[in-house]
């Protein structure tokens, strides 16, 4: 078990460290701000709670391995002025609930960001490659992995998960030398670094109210609502958010989409006529009984709430294709796989579904192909030409 501060392990020659004092952090920090680059991992419980607890984090430097312990940590401004260090790149493996995790907690992104699953799949390597997959291919290292599921928020820290935490860090920066010298030799390093780009900036609205009113367009089927049930959807998306939020929760603790719409089902001929009550929403029909007992009557305050928006977009809504545009999808996702394929890339990486299918239906609307998101940067540049010449001929 670990007690002291400083550990005298090693992970395959490496020392390990283990920093549970802010003195220490601070000055660590002060020397990881010269690096180049560093490793960063962290080490989270999510699986009662809407927001991350965080168990760990980790650092390499490439002389060792460091492990912060965020349970005797008091003072993270020096952890944050590493992070916003432009010139020490920071350096991750399938980032985004890690991003998530600094964003929530610290209230901090990296200024510089590498992701080598990302880069991996910029290479053809793989799409969503773990971590132990792709030291043991571009290392022939084998990384073990049986702390996985471990808890982290007890303490003290078993031996074992002192080594697999370590271990998370311990080969990061060979991977990317190595990765970042590839990108740079297939000319693919400003198209890596604008989708790094869009993970930060992805990470950082994850707490922005103003996304939440969209995610009613997330729901399975909510096309099938009428105008009064996506403006019922709209507004009860957005109070789950705050309510998972306010209560730390998970989403689906606090409802499940399918009593969701139910829900909307139920309140739209009232919410039409204007003429809703909250017992329309107690004696909602399909609707989880406990839920309903709960929450009803603030839930009747978020529909007749005079200020929200009753504007839906419904542009946004995931409707079933029709056999026309199925065969357009067809055609798009062969031009982006064949693209992909002649760059040596991942082909989900070029051409994912969803997006394509984003496109198509602006297609279907205005016959032109409307570039926004992740598709109006380097993507459009590579596939704007072909899938035009399969969408005009199909």
Known sequence: MIDSPIDSRVTDGVPIEYV?????????????????????????????????????????????????????????????????????????????EDLNLLQTYLGTLPASLFDTQLAAAFLGIGFS?????????????????????????????SEEQIYYAATDVRYLLQVYESLKQQLIERGMSDWFEAD????????????????????????????????????????????????????????????????????????????????????????????????LQRNAAEIYRVLKDPVASAEVDTSLLTRPLNAAMRKKLKLSKQAAQAKAEQLGMAPELLGRKKYLIDLLRDFGSSGQLRWSGEFAGWRRDLLESDLLSALNES
Not at 224 to 235: E, I, M, S, Y
Not at 242 to 254: E, G, H, L, M, V
Request: proline content about 2%.
């Open 20 to 96: 549970s004092d802010d003195a220490r952090l601070a000055a660590l920090c002060e020397i990881w701000m010269l690096e180049p680059a560093i490793a960063l991992d962290t080490e989270f419980e999510r699986t009662n709670t809407f927001y991350a607890r965080i168990g760990l984090i980790q650092i390499g430097d490439g002389k060792a391995c460091y492990l912060i312990d965020p349970h005797t940590i008091e003072d993270w401004s020096a952890f944050k002025r590493l992070l916003t260090t432009a010139s020490c790149t920071v350096v991750m493996h399938s980032c985004s």
């Open 129 to 157: 490659i773990s971590y132990q997959g792709l030291v043991a291919e571009m290392l022939g290292v084998e990384v073990a992995k049986d702390e996985t599921r471990s808890d982290w928020i007890r303490r003290p820290l």
């Open 196 to 291: 790094c780009a869009q993970q930060l900036a992805t990470a950082c609205l994850a707490e922005d109210e103003a996304q939440w009113q969209t995610y009613y367009a997330g729901v399975s089927n909510a096309w099938r609502l009428d105008k009064p049930g996506l403006v019922a959807l709209k507004r009860l998306c957005a109070w789950r958010e705050q309510t998972a939020r306010r209560r730390n929760k998970p989403r689906s603790w606090i409802v499940k989409d399918n009593d969701l719409m139910s829900l909307c089902n139920a309140v739209s001929a009232a919410m039409m006529s204007n003429n809703l009550n909250e017992g329309d929403i107690a004696n909602a029909s399909n609707v989880d009984r406990r839920f």
